[in-house]
Structure formats: structure tokens, C-alpha cells
T-cell receptor
């Protein structure tokens, strides 16, 4: 079956630091890949997505590139802010296997 | 667009009582998912529906849990009888198709004492 592996958290960074959260996946076929963000007390919301190899998703300064050769979808941001503190989930959706598979989530804490 | 609507937002009940959580998906979305989130177990998929039909309920923890989707605009998750270990945040999510993102509701925080 499908699976998503994320780096363990929590990740603590100073404001304006560079962020990378690693995500690798196993899937049959050609999945769509997603990053979701969950702020305290809220539901998950889509941060960015990519639907085919070499696509780059981007939003709010975050980026992730769909790398089929390394089965990865790492999340990056050049300069984090305190307001980026949240839990980040990597996920995939495969048309042949309709369930959405989520990673375990990575908690990010940004300190001033 | 109102987004996914869940009710109640908070529920406190005593062990042994029946609990019903409700969800209204976004209009036009054909898939609906119920998740449970706890600190210990993280985000767990309980069940999902496609075109109102349950497709996979393998995540439902036991027979005390049941879910229905009588029409495209409404779903319920019922726990009977409830137990303290059911305390969690329950999320409903919907999406337009398998290549598309899910939209999550705000969640129902359930506390069973």
C-alpha cells in the first residue's frame, strides 16, 4: 500500500532561518502530493500541492517539488516567521487507491 | 463558500452515553472522510465515503462506532456507548475528486468523562 514518511519533530528555528521538512513516499501509479498545515486549535488546511513529476507547488513563501526519481516532496521556506509555527503534514492521493495517506506530521516552532 | 461545517464544536459527555457528530461537506464534493486526532495516535482515518457509499471503514476502531451518509450534503458519526478513550478531536473532510485536495472542517472536540 501507499505510505508517507516525514522527518520527526519538533523542529525549532529562529525567525528568518531556512526551513526544510523532509517527506518521502511510496505509492503505486502517479499520486498527487500535498502539504497541509494545522495551526493550534484548527483543522488542517492545504498549503500547497503538486500533481505530476517535476511540478513545484508554492504558497506563502513555502515551496515543494515533486521528485519522482527520489520519491520525495520536501517542504522548504527561505525565511520563517513566528506565525509559521504549526504542524505540517505531507500527504498523497492516488487515483487507484482513493484513500489519502498522511504522514505523522512535523511540529514547527519558530522563536523570535 | 461556507466550507465544511461540523457540529457540535465541543461535546462533553459521560461514559456510556451515545454521541452523534455531524458534518456538512462542501457542495459538489463527492468524497467525505472522517478522521480522529489525538496526541498519542496522531491523525487516523476512520471511514470514507464516495458518492455517499462507504468505501473503506477499516479504520473504525470497533462496533461502537458507526457512520452514515444518507445524502450528498450530510453525514454522521455515532459512538454508542462512548468511553473515555474515545476522547479526541474528530474531523470531517470533503473533496471534489481523488486528484484534488481535501477541505477539513474545524473539528469536534469530544471529551468523555
Amino acid at each position: 500500500g501507499n505510505s508517507v514518511t516525514q522527518m520527526e519533530g519538533p523542529v525549532t528555528l529562529s525567525e528568518e532561518a531556512f526551513l526544510t521538512i523532509n517527506c518521502t513516499y511510496t505509492a503505486t501509479g502517479y499520486p498527487s502530493l500535498f502539504w497541509y498545515v494545522q495551526y493550534p486549535g484548527e483543522g488542517l488546511q492545504l498549503l500547497l500541492k503538486a500533481t505530476k513529476a517535476d511540478d513545484k507547488g508554492s504558497n506563502k513563501g513555502f515551496e515543494a517539488t515533486y521528485r519522482k526519481e527520489t520519491t520525495s516532496f520536501h517542504l522548504e521556506k527561505g525565511s520563517v516567521q513566528v506565525s509559521d509555527s504549526a504542524v505540517y503534514f505531507c500527504a498523497l492521493s492516488d487515483q487507484s487507491y482513493q484513500k489519502v495517506t498522511f504522514g505523522t506530521g512535523t511540529k514547527l516552532q519558530v522563536i523570535p | 463558500d461556507a466550507g465544511v461545517i461540523q457540529s457540535p464544536r465541543h461535546e462533553v459527555t459521560e461514559m456510556g452515553q451515545e454521541v452523534t457528530l455531524r458534518c456538512k461537506p462542501i457542495s459538489g464534493h463527492n468524497s467525505l472522510f472522517w478522521y480522529r486526532q489525538t496526541m498519542m495516535r496522531g491523525l487516523e482515518l476512520l471511514i470514507y465515503f464516495n458518492n455517499n457509499v462507504p468505501i473503506d471503514d477499516s479504520g473504525m476502531p470497533e462496533d461502537r462506532f458507526s457512520a452514515k451518509m444518507p445524502n450528498a450534503s450530510f453525514s454522521t458519526l455515532k459512538i454508542q456507548p462512548s468511553e473515555p478513550r474515545d476522547s479526541a478531536v474528530y474531523f470531517c473532510a470533503s473533496r471534489r475528486g481523488s486528484a484534488y485536495e481535501q477541505y477539513f472542517g474545524p473539528g469536534t472536540r469530544l471529551t468523555v468523562t
